[in-house]
């Protein structure tokens, strides 16, 4: 069982991108998908598209790697596309029963496309470039206000960390359940789905027990270790804004104030269009 | 100086049935009276359910015994507000190396225990450093803990222990799921401890040959101390021991075996060495 694709998909290199802190590339992330939303017009996504290909280039992870994490999206994205070509009101080119294309379907079609495809290479750059261990910590310290209101943080981000690390010791328990049952002749490969769901109750049982165990385990060998939560806890690798960071916070900034000037511009623009032309009739 | 200093400590368990209501009393530890001293290397040995990982568990003051005390550096391990500075005298290093490795790095989990005792980040960068240096794991501290051999982890989670600067470490049973190499790993892993760095053990064990080295050697059985003694003073009690459910060593039985059949060997021999010279002369 490959054990390594499960956490998460980092690509391991050196760029600026991978060295940047985990909450300027949270809060970047976030900050860029909003913007997506907010602007609807092929100008904006030229901007955007600019934004990530630059982004793109500075964290040295090759395109095709980047490509693959848009293959399980692919019948989704195509899926939203068809609809819209098909089913959008509008100045219709061609007409079949319910079905026609019209000049409008195709032009949200192609903006739905755009938007899909910034939007996942965005979130999973994000992925690519931040270890799941840095990702914990940069949620840690953004929601670190939430204390306030006693959430908890810590907590969270610790199960969080604790589930990572985890989920390959269980994967390979369960490998080895699978292993121990079918040798007793327990079949996981029927065709009918209900035996199949059946056959998985005697996997899941004794996953559990040992589950459970090792978290007791866990719980002991962390307190021996003086865990008593998050409060007075020092960190090894300890998140400071360097100048980078600053710089990027800098950039995105630019960025979103140059999206909303040309997406107000362009709704102006297009404001005086609709006037003129109701004007001229 | 006595780092352990244990007076009449008796820790029972209460068998409770469905309604609650006490089924019988289990007697794990019986008016144990042990000491031990700065920079002396003890093993606890002892069969399944002797008692032994009771006790260990009560020098980390994760148990606390039921009447009696428990001093660890003259603190009274049932003391709540001692409880993280006992943690911090006497570290320990369990079972089973996968469910007490905390960090998903290394060096990260090394660092868990200096981290929760609030130790400043260049303080911990230096100890992680120096404790996987001592155990020699040095050259694996970026690596994923997954990716290791049951030594290998077993060495980390001691690194762990010792980057918190103990001045005791307890471990409880630290090979019973290694492989024979594994094993011979961690032994000598804590003879450098003890010699060097002058870091008292208490090595809780059920197999003799790792108890060969130690400075003291106590026998537990049901609960009480059976036997104490120097190695040599143990190893010739062969029949008492395997009363106990103990195994001796194939090469100190070997001897026992001779000598009972006449042949003048001296009358505890611990290693292979040891026979040869003996039969040669």
């Given at each position: 069982?490959n054990?390594?694709?499960?956490?998460?998909q980092?690509y391991?290199?050196?760029?600026?991108?991978?060295?940047?802190?985990?909450?300027?590339k949270?809060v970047g992330?976030?900050l860029?998908?909003?913007?997506?939303?907010?602007?609807?017009?092929i100008?904006?996504?030229?901007?955007?598209a600019?934004?990530?290909?630059?982004?793109?280039i500075?964290?040295?992870?090759?395109l095709?790697h980047?490509?693959k994490?848009?293959r399980?999206?692919?019948?989704?994205?195509?899926?939203?596309?068809?609809?819209?070509?098909?089913?959008?009101p509008?100045?219709?080119?061609?007409?079949?029963?319910?079905?026609h294309?019209?000049k409008?379907?195709?032009?949200?079609?192609?903006?739905?496309?755009?938007?899909?495809?910034?939007?996942i290479?965005?979130?999973?750059i994000?992925?690519?470039?931040?270890?799941?261990?840095?990702?914990?910590d940069?949620?840690?310290k953004?929601?670190?206000?939430?204390?306030?209101?006693?959430?908890?943080v810590?907590?969270?981000?610790?199960?969080?960390?604790i589930?990572?690390?985890?989920?390959?010791?269980?994967?390979?328990?369960?490998?080895?359940?699978?292993?121990?049952?079918?040798?007793?002749?327990?079949?996981?490969?029927?065709?009918?789905?209900?035996?199949r769901?059946?056959?998985?109750?005697?996997?899941?049982?004794?996953?559990?027990?040992?589950a459970?165990?090792r978290?007791?385990?866990?719980?002991?060998?962390?307190?021996?270790?003086?865990?008593?939560?998050?409060?007075?806890?020092?960190?090894l690798?300890?998140?400071?804004?360097?100048?980078?960071?600053?710089?990027?916070?800098v950039?995105m900034?630019?960025?979103?104030?140059?999206?909303?000037?040309?997406?107000?511009?362009?709704?102006?623009?297009?404001?005086?269009?609709?006037?003129?032309d109701?004007?001229?009739? | 100086m006595?780092i352990?200093?244990?007076?009449d400590?008796?820790?029972?368990?209460?068998?409770r049935?469905?309604?609650?209501?006490?089924?019988?009393?289990?007697?794990?530890l019986?008016?144990?009276?042990?000491?031990?001293?700065?920079?002396?290397?003890?093993?606890?040995?002892?069969?399944?359910?002797?008692?032994k990982?009771?006790?260990?568990?009560?020098?980390?003051?994760?148990?606390?015994?039921?009447e009696g005390?428990?001093?660890v550096?003259?603190m009274?391990?049932?003391?709540?507000d001692?409880?993280?500075?006992?943690?911090?005298?006497?570290?320990?290093?369990?079972?089973?190396?996968?469910?007490?490795?905390?960090?998903?790095v290394?060096?990260?989990?090394?660092?868990?225990?200096?981290?929760?005792m609030?130790?400043?980040?260049?303080q911990?960068?230096?100890?992680?450093?120096?404790?996987?240096?001592?155990?020699?794991?040095l050259?694996?501290?970026?690596?994923?803990?997954?990716?290791?051999?049951?030594?290998?982890?077993?060495?980390?989670?001691?690194?762990g222990?010792?980057?918190?600067?103990?001045?005791?470490?307890?471990?409880?049973?630290p090979?019973?799921?290694?492989?024979?190499?594994?094993?011979?790993?961690v032994?000598?892993?804590?003879?450098?401890?003890?010699?060097v760095?002058?870091?008292?053990?208490?090595l809780?064990?059920?197999?003799?040959e790792e108890?060969?080295?130690?400075?003291?050697?106590?026998?537990?059985?049901?609960?009480?101390?059976?036997m104490e003694?120097?190695?040599?003073?143990i190893?010739?009690?062969?029949?008492?021991?395997?009363?106990?459910?103990?195994?001796i060593?194939?090469?100190?039985?070997?001897?026992?075996?001779?000598?009972?059949?006449?042949?003048?060997?001296p009358?505890?021999?611990?290693?292979?060495?040891?026979?040869?010279?003996?039969?040669?002369?």
């Open positions: 069982m054990t390594e694709a499960t956490l998460g980092y391991q290199t050196d760029s600026v991108i991978h060295r940047l802190d985990p909450r300027v949270l992330t976030l860029y998908m909003i913007s997506l939303f907010i602007f609807n017009n100008f904006c996504y030229a901007i955007a600019v934004f990530l290909i630059v982004v793109i500075l964290c040295r992870v090759p095709t980047m490509l994490g848009l399980p999206i692919l019948i989704l994205m195509l899926f939203t596309v068809i609809f819209n070509i098909f089913f959008t509008g100045e219709y080119l061609w007409q079949f029963g319910i079905l294309i019209s409008e379907g195709i032009k949200t079609a192609i903006l739905i496309l755009i938007r899909l495809t910034l939007l290479i965005s979130a999973s994000m992925t690519l470039t931040t270890t799941p261990n840095r990702l914990t940069g949620l840690e953004l929601f670190a206000p939430l204390k306030l209101i006693k959430v908890p810590h907590e969270m981000a610790m199960m969080m960390s589930a990572l690390r985890f989920i390959p010791i269980l994967m390979e328990e369960t490998d080895k359940i699978l292993k121990a049952q079918t040798a007793r002749g327990a079949g996981f490969d029927s065709k009918k789905l209900t035996t769901i059946k056959s998985l109750i005697p996997v899941i049982v004794p996953l559990f027990i040992s459970f165990r978290a007791s385990d866990l719980a002991l060998a962390m307190e021996a270790r003086c865990y008593h939560g998050g409060e007075g806890r020092t960190k690798y300890p998140l400071k804004y360097a100048a980078r960071d600053i710089l990027s916070y950039f900034g630019i960025y979103i104030i140059s999206l909303t000037a040309v997406g107000i511009i362009n709704a102006k623009i297009s404001l005086v269009n609709a006037i003129a109701i004007v001229s009739k | 006595k352990i200093k244990s007076k400590v008796t820790f029972e368990y209460i068998k049935d469905e309604n609650g209501e006490v089924e019988g009393i289990n007697k794990a019986d008016n144990i009276n042990l000491d031990v001293k700065e920079g002396e290397f003890i093993s606890i040995l002892g069969a399944n359910g002797s008692g990982s009771t006790f260990a568990k009560h020098i980390n003051s994760i148990l606390m015994p039921t005390t428990l001093w550096d003259g009274d391990t049932s003391d709540e001692k409880i993280l500075d006992i943690r911090m005298t006497a570290g320990m290093v369990f079972q089973n190396p996968d469910n007490q490795i905390i960090g998903q290394i060096e990260e989990d090394v660092a868990f225990g200096p981290e929760n609030g130790v400043e980040t260049a911990i960068r230096e100890r992680v450093d120096e404790a996987l240096k001592t155990v020699g794991m050259d694996y501290k970026k690596n994923s803990p997954n990716k290791l051999s049951g030594g290998q982890k077993q060495r980390v989670s001691i690194a222990v010792l980057a918190m600067h103990p001045k005791c470490i307890v471990l409880d049973e090979t019973a799921m290694l492989d024979p190499a594994g094993r011979k790993e032994i000598r892993a804590l003879r450098a401890l003890n010699d760095e002058k870091i008292t053990i208490i809780i064990t059920h197999y003799m108890t060969i080295y130690s400075d003291r050697i106590f026998v537990m059985n049901k609960g009480k101390i059976a003694g120097t190695p040599r003073e190893f010739t009690r062969v029949e008492e021991l395997e009363e106990f459910r103990l195994e060593p194939q090469i100190t039985r070997l001897a026992y075996e001779l000598r009972k059949e006449g042949m003048r060997i009358e505890c021999v611990l290693t292979i060495k040891e026979l040869c010279d003996a039969l040669s002369r």
